[in-house]
């Protein structure tokens, strides 16, 4: 089991940037990709971003790209999302996940909260108009 602690989020303006932090502690062996999701209130969960150690590979949604980007954090087992030029539409409660996945999954698998099986307790982000 692996346990997942968040960190950052707030409230901020539109066009303002917030930079999340998700450390992972517990079995992380094998190739145990985290990523970061999102729901709104009334929506389904989403992916958002996700990283994967094996090859560091990383992928983002389409709704986000460009803005928002992925990467090991300062310490082993951590990751950063880090989130500019933010819209009103980003706002949601955040979650990081984490699981292990094949050595080479595609970005699809990545960004789909089924193939997760750790969650973290998720941090508020709004952006207001």
């Known amino acids: 089991q692996v346990q997942l602690v968040e960190s950052g989020g707030g409230s901020v303006q539109t066009g303002g940037s917030l930079r999340l932090r998700c450390a992972a502690s517990g079995d992380t062996s094998d190739n145990h990709c985290m990523g970061w999701f999102r729901q709104a209130p009334g929506m389904e969960r989403e992916g958002v971003a996700a990283?994967?150690?094996?090859?560091?590979?990383?992928t983002t949604a389409d709704s986000v790209r460009g803005r928002f980007s992925i990467s090991q954090g300062d310490a082993e087992d951590t990751v950063v999302l880090q989130m500019n030029s933010l819209k009103p539409e980003d706002t949601a409660m955040y979650y990081c996940?984490?699981?292990?996945?094949?050595?080479?999954?595609?970005?699809?698998?990545?960004?789909?909260?089924?193939?997760?099986?750790?969650w973290g307790q998720g941090t508020q982000v709004t952006v207001s108009s």
């Open positions: 990283f994967c150690p094996v090859g560091h590979k990383t």
């Open positions: 996940a984490a699981s292990a996945f094949p050595r080479f999954p595609t970005g699809a698998d990545m960004l789909t909260p089924a193939k997760y099986n750790s």
